[in-house]
């Protein structure tokens, strides 16, 4: 089909369900979101949630953050995407960077809008959070330095986790003009190395899968050495998670929770080790985003749900 004959609406509405389906998203930043409040409430020895509209206001910035950060990587990767990933929908002109930079605006434009009406207290840390993009946007001013640096440059990119978390916890400690309690600390180090799990679990590949130019984990550093760092990562979080539930006295269950799932993580790793398959590749970021999905439940989503509901 003729990209250039289809309305911007539709171009754009395929662009989102292969690059930022905002379903999805809404649902898994939601739960994100969720569970910072919930762990800032539990460690302040909160029993009820916060207001639903500061909630949702916080939910939909969140949303509007990580949308910015897509539009961003979608510009600072555009030369390397023309050059080795024609498939994906810049490189073969369903959007332009130039309809992205707009959306991106637009986006900018709202969740400006909705803390100017409903939360203004988090505007200071929400521009430390742009000044922080922007930032990554540019490379650091260092971009050929960083590419040739991969460890270095995911983990500088990655602050931008906690960073957020900071806001959304803030839906609490900040909005009740109260001081963030010191477990929040560990809560944050938390997320940031659960982001280095799930940039790991998304990029490594089969050997048959890996293309020219692409630098996956498994490409860069070797299937078995990419993998075993994705368990040992996967251990250290399980350790900090623990750690902080224990802080906040949630009891043997989330330990339980993680527990398993830490066990799943250590089958899929020796599966993908014992025979790098795709299938098994694919089962690696199944695998980190089902963490993710458990870690943060189980550090406040589950907890608080119990609080909420009395049980």
């Not at 270095?152 to 806001?167: A, G, R």
Request: some cysteine; proline content about 4%; glycine content about 8%.
């Amino acid at each position: 089909m003729n990209n250039g004959k289809r309305s911007f609406i539709s171009r754009f509405y395929e662009y989102q369900k292969e690059r930022f389906p905002f379903i999805g998203h809404f649902f898994l930043i939601g739960m994100f979101t969720f569970s910072a409040v919930a762990f800032s409430l539990i460690s302040r020895g909160k029993q009820e949630f916060i207001n639903p509209v500061i909630f949702f206001a916080g939910v939909i910035v969140n949303v509007g953050l990580f949308y910015l950060v897509r539009v961003f990587d979608e510009h600072k990767d555009a030369e390397d995407d023309a050059l080795y990933r024609k498939t994906l929908p810049v490189p073969r002109g369903l959007v332009s960077l130039t309809e992205l930079r707009n959306t991106g605006i637009v986006s900018f434009m709202i969740i400006v809008l909705v803390q100017v009406l409903v939360i203004p207290e988090m505007l200071w840390i929400f521009a430390i959070i742009i000044g922080y993009l922007l930032l990554m946007g540019k490379e650091f001013f260092v971009a050929a330095w960083l590419k040739e640096r991969q460890l270095l440059y995911i983990t500088s990119h990655m602050f931008i986790i906690p960073l957020v978390d900071i806001f959304s916890s803030g839906l609490d400690w900040l909005m009740d003009d109260g001081i963030p309690p010191a477990t929040l600390t560990l809560f944050f180090i938390i997320t940031y190395f659960n982001g280095l799990v799930l940039e790991f679990g998304r990029k490594l590949r089969a050997p048959s899968q890996e293309e020219p130019g692409v630098k996956t984990y498994s490409a860069v550093y070797g299937f078995k050495k990419a993998a075993i760092s994705f368990l040992l990562l996967l251990a250290f979080t399980f350790v900090l998670a623990v750690y902080a539930c224990i802080l906040v006295s949630h009891g043997n269950s989330s330990f339980i929770l993680l527990s398993v799932f830490l066990l799943f993580g250590l089958i899929c790793t020796l599966l993908y080790i014992g025979n790098p398959l795709p299938k098994r590749a694919k089962l690696m970021e199944i695998c980190s985003v089902l963490w993710t999905f458990i870690l943060y439940l189980s550090l406040g989503g589950i907890p608080m749900l119990f609080k909420i509901f009395g049980t």
